[in-house]
């Protein structure tokens, strides 16, 4: 069991926004599958179709994707969170808009359901939304700071790694109020079909998700770790155990897990196996691992 920004999860594991967290039956099944909590598909003020096909593709080190945010509006959206309320542990609703108005609007119309809310201030293949917002230190206090005082839940901002200084923006969260922030969404990239020319993604770019991108997300939680005097929740490439103890050790609290689902949502279980094993082995509370390589 931790504590997380007041949360009680029974381990570090968090099912990371986009993944399976359309629907309340499947957020149920992944808090039944061993996942400490989940976080819902981003959900925005009116209903959005997204952008088209294809907006997911494998490639050969891990996912593109440029889904552009669908999803059905909050009001519609909150009877699958009456069904996610329905499993064990935390259910954090991942949040977006285009302005501070609009971000307080969708927290208001969900705070009664969820148990936290997690701002979208990442998506890298959205316009107005997302990174758009998300590389402007400015509004990510702003937006931070409207939620915060009109919620009385713990607020998380993920943060996105295609800017030049993460920590900025992180510090430009926590000064707004944030309880934690979450790092990192996916990487901006693209694939192009050498047969016909064309880019494969319908939106032409999206965002690198899976283990090509630990590295990056290593980094990043290493350096929010040194400048932030909140939790970090890190999330990017977390695949193993060995990954979400390397990333506990540059810094996060607790991670995320996302592109590892494709390959059973049995991850959970057997990546907080792995991390009390290795503490159990080590003589370590999972918080005793947390940060551990800033003191090498």
Same mark, same amino acid.
């Given at each position: 069991?931790?504590?997380?920004? &007041?949360?009680?999860?029974?381990?570090?594991?968090?099912?990371?926004?986009?993944?399976?967290?359309?629907?309340?039956?499947?957020?149920?099944?992944?808090?039944?599958?061993?996942?400490?909590?989940?976080?819902?598909?981003?959900?925005?003020?009116?209903?959005?179709?997204?952008?088209?096909?294809?907006?997911?593709?494998?490639?050969?080190? &891990?996912?593109?994707?440029?889904?552009?945010?669908?999803?059905?509006?909050?009001?519609?959206?909150?009877?699958?969170?009456?069904?996610?309320?329905?499993?064990?542990?935390?259910?954090?609703?991942?949040?977006?808009?285009?302005?501070?108005?609009?971000?307080?609007?969708?927290?208001?119309?969900?705070?009664?359901?969820?148990?936290?809310?997690?701002?979208?201030?990442? !998506?890298?293949?959205?316009?107005?939304?997302?990174?758009?917002?998300?590389?402007?230190?400015?509004?990510?206090?702003?937006?931070?700071?409207? +939620?915060?005082?009109?919620?009385?839940?713990?607020?998380?901002?993920?943060?996105?790694?295609?800017?030049? =200084?993460?920590?900025?923006?992180?510090?430009?969260?926590?000064?707004?109020?944030?309880?934690?922030?979450?790092?990192?969404?996916?990487?901006?990239?693209?694939?192009?079909?050498?047969?016909?020319?064309?880019?494969?993604?319908?939106?032409?770019?999206?965002?690198?998700?899976?283990?090509?991108?630990?590295?990056?997300?290593?980094?990043? /939680?290493?350096?929010?770790?040194?400048?932030? =005097?909140?939790?970090?929740?890190?999330?990017? &490439?977390?695949?193993?155990?060995?990954?979400? /103890?390397?990333?506990?050790?540059?810094?996060?609290?607790? +991670?995320?897990?996302?592109?590892?689902? !494709?390959?059973?949502?049995? +991850?959970?279980?057997?990546?907080?196996?792995?991390?009390?094993?290795?503490?159990? /082995?080590?003589?370590?509370?999972?918080?005793?691992?947390?940060?551990?390589?800033?003191?090498?």
């Amino acid at each position: 069991m931790i504590t997380i920004t &007041g949360l009680k999860l029974k381990n570090p594991t968090i099912l990371a926004a986009g993944i399976l967290g359309s629907t309340g039956a499947s957020l149920l099944r992944v808090a039944g599958s061993g996942a400490g909590a989940v976080v819902t598909k981003s959900i925005g003020r009116l209903p959005n179709s997204g952008h088209p096909n294809p907006s997911m593709v494998k490639i050969e080190c &891990g996912f593109l994707n440029a889904l552009g945010l669908p999803n059905p509006g909050y009001q519609q959206y909150r009877e699958e969170l009456v069904t996610a309320k329905k499993g064990s542990g935390p259910v954090i609703a991942s949040i977006f808009g285009e302005n501070a108005s609009e971000f307080v609007e969708v927290a208001l119309g969900l705070c009664d359901l969820a148990d936290g809310i997690e701002l979208n201030l990442s !998506c890298p293949h959205a316009d107005r939304y997302g990174a758009s917002i998300g590389i402007d230190p400015y509004l990510v206090r702003d937006i931070t700071s409207a +939620v915060k005082e009109a919620v009385d839940l713990p607020v998380w901002a993920k943060l996105t790694p295609n800017v030049t =200084d993460i920590t900025e923006i992180g510090l430009a969260a926590q000064e707004g109020g944030a309880d934690a922030v979450v790092a990192i969404n996916t990487v901006r990239a693209m694939a192009i079909d050498i047969e016909s020319g064309f880019p494969i993604l319908g939106n032409r770019f999206g965002g690198l998700s899976g283990t090509a991108i630990k590295p990056i997300a290593v980094k990043c /939680v290493y350096d929010l770790y040194a400048a932030l =005097d909140i939790p970090i929740i890190g999330v990017g &490439g977390i695949s193993t155990w060995q990954d979400a /103890v390397e990333m506990m050790m540059a810094g996060a609290s607790a +991670v995320q897990v996302g592109s590892a689902v !494709c390959g059973g949502i049995s +991850v959970f279980t057997e990546i907080a196996d792995g991390i009390r094993d290795y503490c159990h /082995v080590h003589g370590h509370e999972v918080s005793d691992i947390c940060g551990i390589a800033h003191e090498r």
